[in-house]
C-alpha cells in the first residue's frame, strides 16, 4: 500500500472541516472539496479559529498550527483530488449521493487510494459496489468533533482488504485515535446504540412524560453522560440522526427502529438542531425588544 502523504476530504460540514484540521495539523498535505462553495468559506473560518484557540491555550504551537494551515487547500473540483492517496467522505449522509460521489471519485484519484466512508450507518459494501476497487473502499467513522473525540470506528465492507484495514488504523493512530472495528451492519457498534437511545428521548417528550429540559438532566446528571440525549442529538443534527434512523430501520427490519414523529415533524420544519440555530432547544439570539 503506497504512503499517506495527501488527504482528500469530501464534505466541508461540521464533520468534515474537523477531519481536515485533524489531518493538516498531523503533516498531511489536505485537500478539502464542497460542492457549495460557502460551506468551504464557512469551514476555513471554523479550523482556522479552531487553530487559534488551540494555539492560545497552549494544545498546539503557533509553527504547527501556521504549517497545518499552509497545507489545507479547498476545493470545488473533483479533479483537485487526483493527487490524493487516501479519501475520506463527510458528505451528506443518503445511500445514492454516497454512492454517486464514490462512483466519481474511483474514475479520478489514484490507482492506490483508499476510499474512506464517515458515514454513521450506511452499508459500505453497498458504497463500494459503485466502484471499481471494492478492496480499497472502508468506513472511517470518526465522532464528533473529531479533532477532540478519541475513538474512531473502523467499518470493514464485505470485500475491504486486510491492507486497507490497516492503513486505515495506522492512518486513524497517528491521528492519536483509538481503534474499535465493526462488521458492516446498519449503524455499525456506536448508532445501534447510541440512536435508538437519542430516538427514545424524542418519543418521551412526544408522548409528553416530561419536558426537554428533564430529559436531559435526568440523563446528564441519572447516568453521567455529557450532554442529554435531546442537546446531543442537536449537536449532531437532526437531519442526521433521522437519516440513521431510517438506515436502522429499513437496515434492520425492526418496528422498534421506526423514527419518531416528533423527529421526522422537526426536520421537515427546518429544525436541524445548532447548525441552524433551532433545533430541540433555540439557539438563535433574540433582539433585546422581543426578548420575553
Ligand atoms: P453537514 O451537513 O454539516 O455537511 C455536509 C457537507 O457536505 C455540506 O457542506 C454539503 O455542502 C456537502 N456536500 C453534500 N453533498 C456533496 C457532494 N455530492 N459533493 C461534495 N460536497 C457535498 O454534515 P455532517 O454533520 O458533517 O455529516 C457528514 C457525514 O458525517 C454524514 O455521513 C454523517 O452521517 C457523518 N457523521 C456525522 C456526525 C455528526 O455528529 N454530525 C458524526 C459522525 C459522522
Same mark, same amino acid.
Given at each position: 500500500m503506497a504512503q499517506t502523504n495527501t488527504i482528500g476530504v469530501v464534505g466541508s460540514g461540521q464533520m468534515g472541516s474537523g477531519i481536515?484540521?485533524?489531518?493538516?495539523?498531523?503533516?498531511?498535505?489536505?485537500? $478539502?472539496?464542497?460542492?457549495?462553495?460557502?460551506?468551504?468559506?464557512? +469551514?476555513?473560518? *471554523?479550523? !482556522?479559529? @479552531? /487553530?487559534? &484557540?488551540?494555539?492560545?491555550?497552549?494544545?498546539?504551537?503557533?509553527?504547527?498550527?501556521?504549517?497545518?494551515?499552509?497545507?489545507?487547500?479547498?476545493?470545488?473540483?473533483?479533479?483537485?483530488?487526483?493527487?490524493?492517496?487516501?479519501?475520506?467522505?463527510a458528505i451528506v449522509e443518503s445511500e445514492d449521493v454516497k454512492k454517486k460521489l464514490f462512483?466519481? $471519485?474511483?474514475?479520478?484519484?489514484?490507482?492506490?487510494?483508499?476510499? +474512506?466512508?464517515? *458515514?454513521? !450507518?450506511? @452499508? /459500505?459494501? &453497498?458504497?463500494?459496489?459503485?466502484?471499481?476497487?471494492?478492496?480499497q473502499v472502508i468506513g472511517m467513522h470518526f465522532m464528533n468533533p473529531p479533532p477532540i473525540m478519541k475513538l474512531v470506528e473502523i467499518v470493514r465492507g464485505a470485500d475491504t482488504s486486510d491492507e486497507t484495514f490497516n492503513a486505515t488504523k495506522a492512518l486513524a493512530e497517528r491521528f492519536g485515535k483509538t481503534v474499535v472495528?465493526?462488521?458492516?451492519?446498519?449503524?455499525?457498534?456506536?448508532?445501534r446504540i447510541l440512536m435508538p437511545m437519542i430516538n427514545e428521548a424524542f418519543f418521551t417528550l412526544y408522548t409528553g412524560v416530561a419536558t426537554k429540559e428533564d430529559i436531559d438532566t435526568g440523563?446528564?446528571?441519572?447516568t453521567n453522560h455529557p450532554m442529554g440525549p435531546l442537546e446531543l442529538a442537536d449537536f449532531i443534527g437532526l437531519d442526521v440522526c433521522l437519516s440513521i434512523m431510517k438506515v436502522l430501520h429499513a437496515g434492520l427490519g425492526d418496528s422498534k427502529y421506526?423514527?419518531?414523529?416528533?423527529?421526522?415533524?422537526?426536520?421537515?420544519?427546518g429544525r436541524l438542531g445548532r447548525k441552524r440555530g433551532i433545533g430541540?432547544?433555540?439557539?438563535?439570539?433574540?433582539?433585546?425588544?422581543?426578548?420575553p
Open positions: 481536515a484540521q485533524l489531518a493538516a495539523v498531523h503533516g498531511f498535505h489536505v485537500w $478539502l472539496l464542497d460542492s457549495d462553495p460557502d460551506a468551504l468559506t464557512g +469551514a476555513t473560518k *471554523t479550523i !482556522s479559529d @479552531s /487553530i487559534r &484557540r488551540l494555539v492560545s491555550k497552549g494544545h498546539l504551537s503557533q509553527a504547527v498550527g501556521t504549517d497545518a494551515l499552509g497545507r489545507l487547500r479547498c476545493t470545488s473540483n473533483l479533479e483537485d483530488l487526483c493527487s490524493a492517496d487516501f479519501i475520506i467522505e462512483s466519481e $471519485l474511483d474514475k479520478i484519484v489514484k490507482v492506490s487510494a483508499i476510499l +474512506a466512508s464517515n *458515514t454513521s !450507518s450506511i @452499508s /459500505i459494501t &453497498r458504497i463500494a459496489s459503485a466502484t471499481s476497487r471494492p478492496r472495528c465493526s462488521q458492516d451492519y446498519s449503524g455499525f457498534i456506536i448508532n440523563m446528564k446528571l441519572g421506526a423514527p419518531c414523529p416528533l423527529l421526522v415533524q422537526y426536520v421537515d420544519a430541540v432547544y433555540n439557539y438563535q439570539k433574540l433582539p433585546e425588544a422581543i426578548k
